[in-house]
């Protein structure tokens, strides 16, 4: 063992040993941004000590600096663009292109270095097509669905689709099987192929509402197929890192289904939610009978005249960009002597802290955010709540009626509180496609509208009352 | 270089490690840490680069490698890039945020 060895190895557990720390970090409010970082110099040292290792001669640099150069590019602008509202699919589109740099590995060993190839080699190639194939087409159907590329077609919800997808596996299975006898041929094709739209048809099914913890499990899988990739290529800190992923996704993924009040498997084949449910499917404003709406003007009044004020944003919130529109009105409210905090539904937006991202751009206050089990107690005792483009999570159907699809998830008790404004453009039904029945209560007023053009037509009336002059 | 049961137990101590790292998240932190743990999953950029480099200047394997190498990169430079954007946010309202 050479010096350049010893120190090679020396790099690699420094590699590793800063990996976990930065996932750990991750964990905690204070120390994440930083962790974020340390993660980022982890990669960047192992990068270093594998060239340092693999001394790669001047055609290869080449390939490596194209490579380098595009992915590098493409990655930096894609994450400087992209909107925050579209984080869960920008995660999704990552995730799909890690299983799928995976899968293209595992796939050009196979196909023309695997002539001295042993068995572990070949399985741990077969292990890496299956699931870098699962993991790419997985994340990009996923990524298809949340930006309404996609739509759930009604054979996914009827029992077709597991007969479809047991067949896709068993064909995978053929594949997986037959391939170490003929790594290049019929059989290397029949799994990239079956495993892929295996991929697609398990995810095809699933509801918006449970996409994240799809992306959740997805992005587990990215690094199962990098550990299998490591396998492959015989790099331990690859096995490691891969590992070291694969685990930690599978228990954010359990953490997501517990906020949720799902079960995995009822995420994975129960199809979408709500999908057959007997009341008002997919927008449809039939189906509801004692709605009151009401004027800004009204809404802005009953502000005006409120002790304590809580805002219940959801996605509707984050498509309308109207945080700033709501820190804006927030901060009036404030000036006028009101009590003002948010109420952050576990899965608020669209995936598991996603509002509190999409606040945080607009400056709210970290102690304003308050989590469902610290808020709902205080709703008996809240002038106004103002629910902005929420849906299901403030169903008080899914306490009440234990016929609704939505009954045991844990919602924000709203309905406790004195008064109630929905703002929300119509009557369409959320992501579960079912009725909510908070909009038919006598103290619930709906503000149809723009989530934005309502919260500022909100702030100009209560400037015109001469609301936050005063202070 | 390593032996199986060298490699099978890094797997598993691997896999140890990672599900005891993320035990309680609060909410808040879920997206960027799903984020941050798929940057972390692009490590397979080791991988390409071991293919590309031992490619003995087979034009299919540096090709391929090459490719993977830019999905593999897409993934870990965008990953964490975006998931500092996210936490960005937080630590810029702690500063200035203080009422």
Same mark, same amino acid.
């Given at each position: 063992?050479?010096?350049?060895?010893?120190?090679?190895?020396?790099i690699?557990?420094?590699?590793?040993l800063?990996?976990?720390?930065?996932l750990?970090?991750?964990?905690?409010?204070?120390?994440a941004?930083?962790?974020?970082g340390?993660? &980022? =110099?982890?990669?960047?040292l192992?990068?270093? !000590? %594998? $060239?340092?290792?693999?001394?790669?001669? *001047? #055609?290869?640099w080449?390939?490596?600096?194209?490579?380098?150069?595009?992915?590098?590019?493409?990655?930096?602008?894609?994450?400087?663009?992209?909107?925050?509202?579209?984080?869960?699919?920008?995660?999704?589109?990552?995730?799909?292109?890690?299983g799928?740099?995976?899968?293209l590995?595992a796939?050009?060993?196979?196909?023309?270095?695997?002539?001295?190839?042993?068995?572990?080699?070949?399985?741990?190639?077969?292990?890496?097509v299956?699931?870098?194939a699962?993991?790419?087409?997985?994340?990009?159907?996923?990524?298809?669905?949340?930006?309404?590329?996609l739509?759930?077609?009604?054979?996914?919800?009827?029992?077709?689709?597991?007969?479809?997808?047991?067949?896709?596996?068993?064909?995978?299975?053929v594949?997986a099987f037959?391939?170490?006898?003929?790594?290049t041929g019929? &059989? =290397?094709?029949?799994?990239?192929?079956?495993? !892929? %739209? $295996?991929?697609?048809?398990?995810?095809? *099914? #699933?509801?918006?509402?449970?996409?994240?913890?799809?992306?959740?499990?997805?992005?587990?899988?990215?690094?199962?197929?990098?550990?299998?990739?490591?396998?492959?290529?015989?790099s331990?800190?690859?096995i490691?890192?891969?590992?070291?992923v694969g685990?930690?996704?599978?228990?954010?993924?359990?953490?997501?289904?517990?906020?949720?009040?799902?079960?995995?498997?009822?995420?994975?084949?129960?199809?979408?939610?709500?999908?057959?449910?007997?009341?008002?499917?997919?927008?449809?404003?039939?189906?509801?009978?004692?709605?009151?709406?009401?004027?800004?003007?009204?809404?802005?009044?009953a502000l005006?005249?409120?002790?304590?004020?809580?805002?219940?944003p959801?996605?509707?919130?984050?498509?309308a960009?109207a945080?700033?529109a709501?820190?804006?009105?927030?901060?009036?409210?404030?000036?006028?002597?009101?009590?003002?905090?948010?109420?952050?539904?576990p899965?608020?937006?669209?995936? *598991?802290?996603?509002?509190?991202?999409?606040?945080a751009?607009?400056?709210?206050?970290?102690e304003?955010?308050?989590?469902?089990?610290?808020?709902?107690?205080?709703f008996?005792?809240?002038?106004v709540?103002?629910?902005?483009?929420?849906?299901?999570?403030?169903?008080?159907?899914?306490?009440n009626?234990?016929?609704?699809?939505?009954?045991?998830?844990?919602?924000?008790?709203?309905?406790?509180?004195?008064?109630?404004?929905?703002?929300?453009?119509?009557?369409?039904?959320?992501?579960?496609?079912?009725?909510?029945?908070?909009?038919?209560?006598?103290?619930?007023?709906?503000?149809?509208?723009d989530?934005k053009?309502?919260?500022?037509?909100?702030c100009?009336?209560?400037?015109?009352?001469?609301?936050?002059?005063?202070? | 270089?390593?032996?199986?049961?060298?490699?099978?137990?890094?797997l598993?101590?691997?896999?140890l490690?990672?599900?005891?790292l993320?035990?309680?998240?609060?909410?808040?932190?879920?997206?960027?840490?799903m984020?941050?743990?798929n940057?972390?999953?692009?490590?397979?950029?080791?991988?390409?680069?071991?293919?590309?480099?031992?490619?003995?200047?087979n034009?299919?394997?540096l090709?391929?490698?090459?490719?993977?190498?830019?999905?593999?990169?897409?993934?870990?430079?965008?990953?964490?890039?975006?998931t500092?954007?996210?936490?960005?946010?937080?630590?810029?309202?702690k500063?200035?945020?203080?009422?």
């Amino acid at each position: 063992m050479s010096i350049l060895d010893v120190f090679g190895y020396l790099i690699d557990l420094l590699a590793v040993l800063l990996l976990a720390l930065g996932l750990k970090g991750l964990s905690t409010v204070r120390s994440a941004r930083s962790a974020n970082g340390l993660a &980022a =110099l982890a990669m960047g040292l192992a990068v270093f !000590g %594998l $060239l340092l290792q693999l001394q790669p001669d *001047p #055609i290869a640099w080449l390939w490596i600096a194209i490579g380098t150069a595009i992915g590098g590019l493409l990655g930096l602008i894609t994450a400087r663009r992209v909107p925050m509202t579209a984080m869960p699919e920008t995660v999704a589109l990552f995730n799909g292109c890690g299983g799928m740099a995976s899968l293209l590995v595992a796939l050009a060993v196979a196909l023309y270095d695997s002539d001295g190839a042993d068995r572990v080699e070949l399985i741990s190639i077969v292990i890496s097509v299956f699931v870098g194939a699962i993991t790419f087409t997985g994340s990009i159907a996923a990524m298809g669905k949340l930006q309404g590329w996609l739509g759930t077609p009604g054979w996914t919800q009827s029992s077709v689709r597991h007969g479809v997808n047991i067949a896709l596996a068993i064909a995978a299975l053929v594949g997986a099987f037959a391939l170490p006898g003929d790594p290049t041929g019929t &059989a =290397l094709w029949l799994l990239l192929v079956a495993s !892929g %739209l $295996l991929g697609i048809g398990v995810t095809l *099914p #699933i509801g918006g509402a449970d996409m994240p913890v799809v992306i959740s499990l997805l992005n587990s899988y990215s690094g199962v197929a990098a550990a299998a990739a490591g396998f492959v290529v015989g790099s331990q800190l690859l096995i490691v890192a891969g590992a070291m992923v694969g685990a930690a996704g599978l228990i954010l993924t359990q953490v997501m289904c517990t906020g949720m009040n799902r079960s995995l498997v009822s995420v994975l084949f129960g199809g979408a939610l709500g999908g057959s449910a007997p009341v008002g499917g997919g927008g449809d404003e039939a189906g509801y009978s004692r709605i009151v709406s009401c004027s800004a003007e009204e809404c802005a009044m009953a502000l005006e005249n409120a002790e304590r004020v809580v805002f219940v944003p959801g996605y509707g919130l984050a498509v309308a960009q109207a945080q700033h529109a709501l820190r804006e009105l927030a901060k009036l409210l404030e000036a006028n002597g009101s009590e003002v905090s948010y109420a952050i539904h576990p899965v608020a937006g669209r995936m *598991p802290g996603h509002m509190n991202v999409l606040l945080a751009e607009a400056d709210v206050p970290y102690e304003q955010l308050l989590e469902m089990d610290t808020i709902n107690p205080e709703f008996p005792r809240t002038d106004v709540v103002i629910v902005l483009g929420a849906n299901d999570v403030v169903n008080p159907d899914a306490k009440n009626d234990a016929q609704s699809p939505l009954y045991g998830m844990p919602v924000l008790e709203v309905d406790q509180a004195r008064q109630v404004f929905v703002v929300k453009r119509s009557l369409g039904a959320g992501y579960a496609g079912i009725k909510n029945a908070l909009f038919e209560l006598p103290q619930t007023a709906m503000v149809f509208g723009d989530a934005k053009a309502v919260l500022q037509q909100l702030c100009t009336e209560l400037r015109s009352q001469g609301v936050g002059k005063a202070a | 270089m390593t032996t199986l049961s060298q490699a099978l137990w890094v797997l598993l101590l691997g896999s140890l490690l990672g599900l005891e790292l993320i035990g309680k998240v609060p909410p808040t932190l879920h997206t960027p840490l799903m984020s941050g743990a798929n940057a972390i999953s692009g490590i397979t950029v080791l991988a390409s680069l071991t293919l590309i480099a031992n490619a003995q200047d087979n034009p299919a394997l540096l090709i391929l490698g090459s490719v993977s190498l830019g999905f593999a990169l897409f993934n870990v430079v965008g990953g964490f890039l975006v998931t500092d954007r996210m936490l960005a946010m937080f630590s810029r309202k702690k500063r200035g945020g203080g009422r």
